[in-house]
C-alpha cells in the first residue's frame, strides 16, 4: 500500500507555543509531516531544535515490526525535515567571477 507525503510548515497562534520573554510576544514555529498510509495517518509535529529527535522517532517507528511504517517512510520524511532545515538557511551570494 503506497503512501502519501504531506508537508506543511506552521506557526503557532497565541497558545502552547506561544511566549512572552521580557514583555515582548514571541512567536514559536513548529513544523508538520504528515504521512496518510490507507485509513493510517502518521503526524510528526516538531520546532527546529527538536529534529534530531523527530529523526530518532521516525528511526524507531521504521524499526517497529507492529507498524506499517517503513523504512523507506522514514527516509522520505527524514529527507523532508532536512530540506525544511535548509529552507531556513540564507542563500550565499553568487560569485562575481566569471565562469570560463
Same mark, same amino acid.
Given at each position: 500500500?503506497?503512501?502519501?507525503?504531506?508537508?506543511?510548515?506552521?506557526?503557532?497562534?497565541?497558545?502552547?507555543?506561544?511566549?512572552?520573554?521580557?514583555?515582548?510576544?514571541?512567536?514559536?514555529?513548529?513544523?508538520?509531516?504528515?504521512?496518510?498510509?490507507?485509513?493510517?495517518? $502518521?503526524?510528526?509535529? $516538531?520546532?527546529?531544535?527538536?529534529?534530531?529527535?523527530?529523526?530518532?522517532?521516525?528511526?524507531?517507528?521504521?524499526?517497529?515490526?507492529?507498524?506499517?511504517?517503513?523504512?523507506?517512510?522514514?527516509?522520505?520524511?527524514?529527507?523532508?525535515?532536512?530540506?525544511?532545515?535548509?529552507?531556513?538557511?540564507?542563500?550565499?551570494?553568487?560569485?562575481?567571477?566569471?565562469?570560463?
Amino acid at each position: 500500500m503506497a503512501g502519501r507525503y504531506q508537508y506543511v510548515t506552521a506557526s503557532s497562534a497565541p497558545g502552547p507555543g506561544f511566549a512572552k520573554m521580557r514583555g515582548a510576544a514571541v512567536r514559536r514555529e513548529y513544523n508538520v509531516l504528515a504521512l496518510v498510509k490507507g485509513v493510517e495517518r $502518521y503526524v510528526f509535529v $516538531y520546532d527546529d531544535d527538536s529534529r534530531q529527535a523527530l529523526i530518532d522517532a521516525l528511526r524507531d517507528h521504521a524499526a517497529d515490526p507492529a507498524l506499517s511504517f517503513t523504512w523507506f517512510d522514514a527516509a522520505v520524511l527524514t529527507a523532508k525535515a532536512r530540506e525544511q532545515a535548509l529552507e531556513g538557511q540564507p542563500v550565499p551570494a553568487p560569485s562575481s567571477r566569471p565562469r570560463i
